[in-house]
């Protein structure tokens, strides 16, 4: 008869249902851990940009003339307490340090300095990133 073909098939469909509900549920809970993760690389980003700018700052107000030598990578000390900051707030920088070159624009100190600014982090379980900045930094 029709009715014993009809047997379990309410069943069926709400068991169908769940599984929409579930795939749903799923794929939101997957959309929510994107979005932080972007919020997370989004404040990883200007961190970054905020240290890269504040060492540019540090360099505006020192003395021109041992620019190179207390700022370049590997240099005295604004460069390792600019390498500590980097290190306690960015995930992952202690792998690879910032690098910071300082070079007389067109040969000539006079003219002020071009300063490239690199800063590396690695935010755990992904790849490693980096922010470049560059300016040039002479005396009025």
Known sequence: TAKARQRGSFLLEALIAALIVALGILGLVGLQARAIQNVDDAQYRSEAAFLANDLLGRMWTSNQATLQAEFE???GTPYDDFKSLVQARLPGASVTDPTVTVAPRFGDPT???????????????????NYQTGATVKLN
Not at 111 to 129: A, L, R
């Open 73 to 75: 990578t590997g240099g």
């Open 111 to 129: 003219m002020g300095y071009e300063v490239v600014i690199t800063i590396f982090w690695q935010p755990p379980g992904d790849v490693q990133h």
